[in-house]
């Protein structure tokens, strides 16, 4: 028996009592055995059975905590009616003939995202790429300056410091103060964790109390009092700005300082290293549409009428950079960022650029890059060489050597940074940006908003951008590789086996 009846303190009791447990033991292991696999991977599935199997006093209380990958039926019900709204409200948006017209491909690609996120494909659209950390706040600020009527944000994760968030939360004082309305919005274990978490909450208290017209709210809030609890790892990871409907800010970049307020990461000038966008065009009201039905799911208040008649009056831009907003997370019953990415790759003739700061990929995407790589795309990753998150470095390394083997050039960003811009370029002049990493976490249990962009001078700047990461950045020999410790090996293959479970 595998289940530690001893340890249980149960040797002496009557026959009966044993039977008992036996019977139990029996009972549960049959029932996950029918349970478990339903509706998950079976790589997945695999990993908590056996986890069950050897560690149950362990594994099953923690099935029973984050087994269920899945908002709740309320927050998913909520997302097919904003979906079906957007869908009707631009069924008229149909642009997929004109992206035929440049690639059939990528046509089948466009319609694929509109299935899966409701969102048409859109021309008219401007994209300035901000590389630069203290350049994307001093912008975001600006903006804010100049807003009207209101300003919308959305962050994973929200800090406090003088230099670069707090111009920005002083800007939203100050649009309040002015009428402009203020809705915030941030993820609240992403942000409960930051250092200085107690001092943030009481001055969006305060900016409440003292302007009516600024708003916030926490987004999966862990309230199990109140019943208002789900796995504690589904997290709202998205990173969205709207000021006005005239200008959105997107990407890679969290609302607080390059250090991420860790004494740890200034002791050692470790900085995040981020890929943001400012946008305008059409693409701002589907980006304000995606904050919306987050804002609608945690508050009740709907704002989507107002944006459907600005996504409907933004038909008429012409030219610039075609864009499709794609959201994903446990809302949707597909994993539309992951559809995307495996799309796309299978598209590839000449050349791919991944830049993630964590690869932890499912079968389905190690399958697209290594096939990609075996018909001689000139397939190249950049990635962090020390990750921030111990058990993601180990799980990510584990996949190198089938990498590298199979052809795909891999470059390591050099200690001690993190590279943290995530975007992926597919030939010459389609690429995704936004705030998905190439893991199973964001697939399956963040939500995210990812960017299809198509025009050859953005994606040329990316390019560019891409090639000065890897100008500084290391590149990994595969025989050398091979060679690295056994202890590293063992770790690596342990947290590659942990990754899986979700």
């Given at each position: 028996?595998?289940?530690p009846?001893?340890?249980?303190?149960?040797?002496?009791?009557?026959?009966?009592?044993?039977?008992?447990?036996?019977?139990?033991?029996?009972?549960?292991?049959?029932?996950?055995?029918?349970?478990?696999?339903?509706?998950?991977?079976?790589?997945?599935?695999?990993?908590?059975?056996?986890?069950?199997?050897?560690?149950?006093?362990v594994?099953?209380?923690?099935?029973?905590?984050?087994?269920?990958?899945?908002?709740s039926?309320?927050?998913?019900?909520?997302q097919?009616?904003?979906?079906?709204?957007?869908?009707?409200?631009?069924?008229?948006?149909?642009?997929?003939?004109?992206?035929?017209?440049?690639?059939?491909?990528?046509?089948?690609?466009?319609?694929?995202?509109?299935?899966?996120?409701?969102?048409?494909?859109?021309?008219?659209?401007?994209?300035?790429?901000?590389?630069?950390?203290?350049e994307f706040?001093?912008?975001?600020?600006?903006e804010i300056?100049?807003?009207?009527?209101y300003?919308?944000?959305?962050?994973?994760?929200?800090?406090?410091?003088?230099?670069?968030?707090?111009?920005?939360?002083?800007?939203?004082?100050?649009a309040?103060a002015r009428g402009?309305?203020?809705?915030?919005?941030?993820?609240?274990?992403?942000?409960?964790?930051?250092?200085?978490?107690k001092?943030?909450?009481?001055?969006?208290?305060?900016?409440?109390?003292?302007?009516?017209?600024?708003?916030?709210?926490?987004?999966?809030?862990v309230?199990?009092?109140k019943?208002?609890?789900?796995?504690?790892?589904?997290?709202?990871?998205?990173?969205?700005?709207?000021?006005?409907?005239?200008?959105?800010?997107t990407?890679?970049?969290?609302?607080?300082?390059?250090?991420?307020?860790?004494?740890?990461?200034?002791r050692?000038?470790?900085?995040?290293?981020?890929?943001?966008?400012?946008?305008?065009?059409?693409?701002?009201?589907?980006?304000?549409?995606?904050?919306?039905?987050?804002?609608?799911?945690?508050?009740?208040e709907?704002?989507?009428?107002?944006?459907?008649?600005d996504?409907?009056?933004?038909e008429?831009?012409?030219?610039?950079?075609?864009?499709?907003?794609?959201?994903?997370?446990?809302?949707?019953?597909?994993?539309?960022?992951?559809?995307?990415?495996?799309?796309?790759?299978?598209?590839?003739?000449d050349?791919?650029?991944?830049?993630?700061?964590?690869?932890v990929?499912?079968?389905?995407?190690?399958?697209?890059?290594?096939?990609?790589?075996?018909?001689?795309?000139?397939?190249?990753?950049?990635?962090?060489?020390?990750?921030?998150?111990?058990?993601?470095?180990?799980?990510?390394?584990?996949?190198?050597?089938?990498l590298?083997?199979?052809?795909?050039?891999?470059?390591?960003?050099?200690?001690?940074?993190?590279?943290?811009?995530?975007?992926?370029?597919v030939d010459?002049?389609?690429?995704?940006?936004?705030?998905?990493?190439?893991?199973q976490?964001?697939?399956?249990l963040?939500?995210?908003?990812?960017?299809?962009?198509?025009?050859?001078?953005?994606?040329?700047?990316?390019a560019?951008?891409?090639?000065?990461?890897?100008?500084?950045?290391?590149?990994l020999?595969?025989q050398?590789?091979?060679?690295?410790?056994?202890?590293?090996?063992?770790?690596?293959?342990?947290?590659?086996?942990?990754?899986?479970?979700?």
């Amino acid at each position: 028996m595998l289940w530690p009846l001893s340890g249980l303190g149960i040797d002496g009791l009557p026959g009966w009592i044993v039977s008992l447990v036996l019977v139990a033991e029996i009972t549960i292991r049959l029932a996950v055995i029918g349970i478990i696999p339903g509706n998950r991977r079976p790589n997945t599935a695999m990993a908590w059975l056996l986890a069950i199997f050897f560690i149950p006093l362990v594994a099953l209380p923690l099935f029973l905590l984050i087994g269920n990958n899945k908002l709740s039926r309320r927050r998913q019900e909520r997302q097919r009616r904003i979906n079906e709204a957007l869908l009707e409200a631009t069924s008229h948006m149909d642009l997929t003939d004109q992206l035929r017209d440049h690639d059939e491909q990528l046509g089948a690609t466009a319609a694929l995202n509109r299935k899966l996120g409701a969102f048409p494909i859109q021309e008219g659209n401007n994209v300035t790429l901000l590389p630069d950390y203290k350049e994307f706040f001093t912008e975001l600020a600006a903006e804010i300056d100049c807003a009207e009527e209101y300003v919308h944000v959305i962050s994973y994760i929200i800090g406090e410091d003088p230099e670069y968030t707090d111009p920005v939360l002083s800007a939203l004082e100050r649009a309040a103060a002015r009428g402009v309305r203020v809705r915030l919005l941030y993820d609240h274990l992403g942000t409960l964790r930051v250092r200085g978490y107690k001092r943030l909450r009481k001055r969006l208290e305060r900016a409440s109390e003292t302007y009516p017209d600024f708003q916030w709210a926490r987004a999966l809030p862990v309230r199990p009092l109140k019943r208002r609890f789900s796995r504690l790892d589904l997290r709202n990871h998205r990173k969205i700005v709207v000021v006005d409907s005239r200008t959105a800010f997107t990407g890679s970049a969290n609302l607080i300082e390059p250090h991420y307020q860790r004494r740890s990461a200034v002791r050692m000038n470790r900085h995040w290293v981020e890929l943001n966008a400012k946008l305008n065009g059409p693409v701002v009201t589907g980006l304000d549409i995606v904050f919306a039905s987050d804002w609608y799911t945690e508050t009740g208040e709907n704002l989507g009428p107002e944006l459907l008649v600005d996504l409907e009056a933004d038909e008429e831009a012409r030219g610039g950079t075609l864009v499709q907003v794609v959201p994903s997370g446990p809302g949707f019953p597909d994993e539309n960022n992951l559809r995307l990415f495996n799309d796309l790759i299978y598209q590839a003739t000449d050349r791919l650029v991944i830049c993630t700061p964590y690869l932890v990929p499912d079968d389905s995407l190690l399958y697209a890059v290594t096939n990609a790589a075996h018909r001689n795309v000139d397939v190249v990753l950049l990635v962090t060489k020390k990750a921030d998150q111990f058990t993601v470095q180990h799980a990510q390394q584990s996949y190198y050597q089938a990498l590298l083997e199979a052809g795909v050039r891999i470059y390591r960003y050099p200690e001690p940074d993190v590279l943290h811009a995530k975007f992926m370029i597919v030939d010459d002049d389609v690429a995704v940006l936004g705030s998905s990493n190439m893991d199973q976490r964001s697939f399956s249990l963040n939500l995210e908003v990812t960017l299809m962009l198509v025009d050859d001078r953005t994606v040329g700047e990316m390019a560019q951008i891409f090639k000065d990461y890897c100008a500084i950045s290391e590149p990994l020999d595969l025989q050398a590789w091979v060679r690295r410790p056994w202890h590293v090996k063992y770790l690596d293959n342990v947290f590659r086996l942990t990754s899986a479970l979700q």
